[in-house]
């Protein structure tokens, strides 16, 4: 399946902001999809991820509160609401597909998508 992330900006702090995963197949009901974002210099994170039926969520310890991830399965789309926008929040957001959620916690998804850069001014 491929995925491409869209919806970043240039933000101010505290600002909210909504990014969308889109899929391009019918079979994007088939697979959880996880977000990630990578900061200027830094690895990699996992940031949460959602079940293929979106009835469950799961979430890095680093981000619960300000993150929300949901899906709408009819739209082939995928959504990461970020309240509360920080400065550290700064990075290329990415989403990720596969058959397992687990695969997308630890990391190694079968498909990434193309990333979006998310600015936040303090």
């Known amino acids: 399946v491929q995925l491409q992330a869209s919806g970043g900006g240039l933000m101010q702090a505290g600002d909210s902001l909504r990014l969308s995963c889109a899929a391009s197949?019918?079979?994007?009901?088939?697979?959880?999809i996880g977000w990630f974002r990578q900061a200027p210099g830094k690895d990699r994170e996992f940031i949460g991820g959602?079940?293929?039926?979106?009835?469950?969520?799961y979430y890095a310890d680093s981000v619960k509160g300000r993150f929300t991830i949901s899906r709408d399965n009819a739209k082939n789309t995928a959504y990461l609401q970020i309240n509360s926008l920080k400065p550290e929040d700064t990075a290329v957001y990415f989403c990720?597909?596969?058959?397992?959620?687990?695969?997308?916690?630890?990391?190694?998804?079968?498909?990434w998508g193309q990333g979006t850069q998310v600015t936040v001014s303090s």
């Open positions: 197949e019918r079979t994007f009901s088939n697979y959880a």
């Open positions: 990720a597909g596969d058959l397992k959620l687990h695969n997308l916690v630890v990391m190694s998804p079968e498909y």
């Open positions: 959602i079940i293929r039926g979106g009835g469950s969520t």
